[in-house]
């Protein structure tokens, strides 16, 4: 009877402690929860997981996505080198892979650097379907010159990287859908693609003596902003739907005497003058490239004088439905944005978005659009929304040119910075101005 009480005990301890342990639940998952979980670890931690169990030996060759990260962790950099070298070998006879992302750290040496195109060739050949380039420090590493050249890619994201012509010529990827740049400098001449929906790019740089030309007959949205080198030359999208561009300080086409009429200040090397000939024959640089978009956000900074230089040969907006201007675009004289009133018939609402202090006027020069001598062709016009903190001197002379054009006091609200709460806004309707 003793013993039979003692295996009793035994067998309550051994309940006990099963029940502690646990069952293995996440081996119970299916294989394509498992296989989601594996793309989402860094490479070398999914190889890591054919030790767990039976059943875990190759779920790693038959992930969809690989994501291959920087040296940090590894004590030498050669065996990540050829582990690296390794996965991507073997991946290339097992499962297809839709996801591959490439995120290198600081750790990354120049020297380890010159694998990184083969690797991206690698990649390729696995006919990926969104390929992510990233780098960390803050120099940008040079692809390799080969044209790109992959059927299935539908998503590509590139940071801090240098791209050349090779690059940018996207006709080898014909399935191409997004394309994302960040903190990139394109040392080019040209960006195509006639396959191109989406292009987003922050904080590039473009060549500073040049103009890249950017040929996207397929594009419906395109994000522009923080860029600096020379202003692009955006050609004919007759597909664009919505379009958000600013334009700073660190633009080339930027003018240090932008109060001025005639410049030859050395830090912007007389820009009245050096336009470029290509601009000349070109006309616009980039408005034109905008004129088929139905919703547009524009922000200039004061000085940036391609942007007023376009204006002279403004093309009609036909489908322009929604439009954001900043107070670097409406400046002093409202001539922009009379001018785009005149040349959006189709024009819905209008939102003027001014900042918190009092902008520089804009440099004016010769050759510069008098949009006064045309007649207002907005006739669609029915909401305009004035962002504000106060309603001060240049809100009034907004609303006279405004109100010289026939636009009624009540379609015109005020938002303005409600104080007493540090955020959101109070609604003020227009039913009055005084103007000196």
């Known amino acids: 009877m003793f013993d039979g009480m003692r295996l009793q005990k035994r067998r309550k301890n051994n309940e006990a402690s099963t029940a502690c342990i646990g069952t293995d639940r996440i081996s119970g998952l299916p294989e394509d929860i498992l296989h989601d979980v594996l793309s989402l670890l860094p490479a070398h931690d999914a190889v890591r997981t054919c ?78 379907q969104v390929f992510r380039l990233s780098f960390a420090d803050l120099k940008c590493f040079c692809l390799p010159y080969p044209r790109l050249v992959c059927q299935h890619l539908v998503r590509l994201e590139l940071v801090r990287v240098e791209a050349n012509d090779s690059i940018l010529d996207f006709s ?8 994302r740049m960040e903190c990139c400098f394109l040392n080019a001449a040209k960006m195509f693609s006639p396959s191109l929906k989406q292009l987003s790019m922050f904080c590039c740089e473009f060549h500073r003596t040049s103009r890249t030309r950017i040929s996207l007959p397929s594009l419906v949205s395109l994000t522009l902003t923080r860029c600096s080198g020379r202003t692009p030359l955006l050609e004919c999208m007759p597909t664009l739907e919505t379009a958000i561009v600013s334009l700073d300080r660190d633009c080339k086409d930027y003018c ?82 009379i001018c785009f009133l005149q040349h959006s018939p189709a024009l819905e609402k209008l939102t003027l978005q001014l900042s918190k ?34 309603v001060d001197g240049r809100v009034h002379k907004i609303l006279s040119s405004l109100s010289t054009y026939g636009i009624p006091l009540n379609h015109i609200k005020i938002r303005q910075t409600n104080r007493s709460s540090g955020s959101g806004y109070v609604n003020l309707v227009c039913t009055g101005f005084s103007y000196n």
């Open 51 to 128: 030790v767990l169990a039976r059943r875990w030996r190759h779920l790693w060759r038959s992930a969809q996505g690989i994501r291959i990260t920087g040296v940090m962790g590894w004590r030498d950099a050669n065996k990540f080198v050829a582990f690296v070298d390794r996965l991507l070998r073997i991946r290339r006879s097992c499962a297809p892979v839709e996801s591959c992302q490439m995120e290198f750290d600081d750790y990354f040496l120049p020297a380890q650097k010159h694998h990184v195109g083969q690797w991206i060739m690698d990649a390729v050949r696995l006919n990926v």
């Open 172 to 179: 080898g990827c014909p399935a191409l859908v997004v394309l």
């Open 256 to 337: 240090i005497n932008h109060s001025t009429s005639v410049c030859g200040h050395y830090i912007c090397e007389g820009c009245q003058y050096y336009y470029g000939s290509d601009d000349n024959r070109n006309n616009c640089v980039f408005l034109k490239g905008l004129s088929e978009a139905a919703h547009v956000e524009f922000s200039a900074y004061p000085g940036v004088f391609v942007f007023h230089r376009d204006l002279k040969w403004c093309p009609t907006f036909s489908k322009l439905k929604t439009l954001l201007l900043d107070e670097g675009c409406v400046a002093a004289d409202h001539n922009a944005l």
């Open 357 to 390: 202090a009092s902008q520089y006027p804009v440099k004016t020069d010769s050759g510069r659009y008098n949009p006064w001598e045309l007649p207002f062709a907005s006739h669609c016009l029915k909401k305009v929304e004035i962002k504000c903190e106060e």
